[in-house]
């Protein structure tokens, strides 16, 4: 371990700025996405990091350098008893999550995963169960439920504004010309490719915890998966499908589909809310969230109003992205900012768990339907 | 001597294997990530027949293959290197596999290893204008300031150091300026930046450090052969334009552009607006413009390449021709 002097004066106390009291957070896996986790955590106010952990020093190095984070570790368990944190974010590929987030729970923390959640909806339920009888709080980063046109969609809904919801469209892109994409392509050891569910396991969250609220626990579910990428001569990259398809259909009669596209253009980011009053399209991308075009007038001269209508809708949305730039609410995580604003409100316990236990598990469940209907070779 | 040069697929790296094999070197290991191209291959076989050409494949970041990477060499020329993704992804390809590399090079007793680092890792704020920047211009303590780049191959430099001691291979290390050529950048974020389809032309009339692909090679494949231990080294070419001046040829011979020329002073006060803003709204828009970045980078200074020529280097493609074949090379390609 090495920290900093300030580490050390830190370190085993609680830290307090005036009268309120500030929680001390660590990070445990320092790649791309803890950057986001860091500014984010530090962007609310709620918390003060006081570690980066990772097995790899030099990565462990380079989060605590980037970000003035005072300890450094690379070993969970010795961070976990120097640093004493209350709060652990768990940003590691997931096949260490339940490992790392039970041993967290154990040690009195509260624990915010990155998604997956878990490789297995049973890895998941032992980290929830652990969770439970530490009586600590546990969530996931499933951020796009805390974009502004997800928190619209939910006003509507109290408010009665759709109806019953019969029917839902996910869509989710990738560009696997990326960044990240280029990585995955380019390694066959890239942890992806150990997921049971390769790439779509990665992304799979984006797309069904959209979903998971509305659809119960007695669903089925059809999926298929396929490679539309031209042979590459590696079986472990060729093994990947990049194309998905799937069906739900709940146990309550509410209906879903979502696809997972890694060549269609422009790569979508939508959710399609089908209800018995009225139905919207959120575009996540976008930040818009419209209603439907409908008819209300008679034969042709009807045809003339919807695409009015729907234009004074987008000026709208337009407007508000504008404010939200404006109010700076318009970062590109600003979705994770409210996430975590209220995940950090329930340890306080200022507010409910921001994602339900149950929808997690709901939606590793659906992961794991997803991964066994498509598990044969793309 | 047998030769490896990691990150041999890349832009630079496969001139670097060109250089070499052109400077009389037969027994190579040309280092991969996954597949050497077929073509390039071929080319180098054809080209040197009588020379040794190995390939070797092998993840940086994966330790566990790399004792089979460095089995038998002498001589190690680093070119492999993080050019794009995340802070973390770069520093990662950069740093992490770099670590690796000489830790698996140590172990194995490489006797030499010349490291393609960069002109990032200078720290060149405190230069006045107009100042001679050469190999005496010390390094950033961690060049974090001056971004995700900067940061990862100034760490790689000093843990190339900190290797350099433990192990006592000789060292020698090569910091190109602006590598351009047919299928490399274009347009460096030294000449400027496109935003809202419109080109702010920030370098204005500070001299580019340009140097042409094939030349850097060859600066790479003369210091792996002939420099001395702990040689530092300047690379960029003679003749070098302003980058108002590049802009210019870019704009006749490639593409029209929509140019809006920034001054140094609004673009230093801009920078300053824009950290100012940065922190304020909590990172709602990056940082990607720094007074310190803006002092170290755009502030006109007189590139030396003085160093390297003692070593007998000379570039072989002038400037005005390197320009002309990158220019048309863009030209049929379209971005």
Known sequence: ??????????????????????????????????????????????????????????????????????????????????????????????????????????HGCHVFVEKPFALTAADAATILD???????????????????????LQRLLADGKLGRVVHLESHYGYNLAGDYGVAVLGDPEHWVHRLPGKLFHNVLDHVLAKIAPFVDDDFTLQATAFRLRADSGNPVLDAMADELRFTIKGGNGVTASGTVSAHARPAAHSLRVAGTIDTVELDYAARTLVRSARQSQPSAIGRLFPPFVQARQ??????????DFGRSKSHYFQCMRVLLARFYGAIDGRDEDPVAPAQILRVCRMIDAIVEQTRSPA | ?????????????????????????????????????????????????????????????????LPALVEGVDCIVHAAAGMRGSAADMFANTVVGTRNLLDAAGAAGVRRIVLVSSFAVYRTEQLERGARHDEQVPIEATGIEKGAYAYA?????????????????????????????????????????????????????AELPLTYVDNCADAVALAALKAADGARFNVVDDDLPTCRAYLRGYRREVEKLRVLPVPYWAFVFGSSMLLRYHKASKGQLPAVFTPYIVRSMYRPLQYSNAALKSLGWTPKVATAEGLQRSFRYWRDHPA
């Open chain 2, 1 to 65: 001597m047998k030769i490896l040069v990691t990150g041999a697929n890349g832009f630079l790296g496969r001139r670097i294997v060109a250089s070499l094999l052109a400077a009389g070197a037969d027994d190579l290991c040309v280092h991969v990530r996954d597949r050497a191209s077929e073509a390039l291959l071929d080319e180098w076989h054809s080209r040197h027949p009588q020379a040794r050409i190995e390939v070797r494949a092998a993840n940086l970041l994966s330790r566990t293959r």
């Open chain 1, 314 to 323: 987008f000026r709208r949305n337009a407007w508000r992205n504008v404010a």
């Open chain 2, 153 to 205: 191959k100034t760490r790689q430099e000093h843990l190339f150091e900190e290797y350099r001691r433990r192990f006592g291979f000789e060292a020698v290390v090569l910091r190109p300026g602006v590598i351009y050529g047919p299928g490399g950048g274009r347009l460096s974020n030294r000449v400027g930046l496109r935003a809202m389809g419109v080109f702010f032309s920030l370098g204005g009339a």
């Open chain 1, 1 to 106: 371990m090495r920290t900093t002097p300030h580490a050390r004066a830190t370190a085993g106390i609680a830290l307090h700025h005036g009268s309120v009291r500030v929680l001390k957070t660590a990070v445990i896996g320092c790649g791309k996405i803890a950057d986001s986790h860091v500014e984010q955590v530090r962007a609310i106010g709620a918390a003060e990091i006081v570690a980066a952990c990772d097995r790899e020093p030099l990565m462990a190095e380079q989060l605590a350098q980037r970000w003035d984070i005072p300890g450094q570790f690379t070993d969970a368990l010795e961070m976990l008893r120097t640093t004493r944190p209350d709060v652990v974010h768990i940003a590691t590929p997931p096949d260490s999550h339940v490992a790392l987030a039970t041993m967290a729970l154990e």
């Open chain 1, 130 to 152: 652990a969770a439970a009888r530490a009586g600590r709080r546990v969530s996931v980063n499933y951020l796009y439920n805390f974009e502004r046109p997800a928190l619209e």
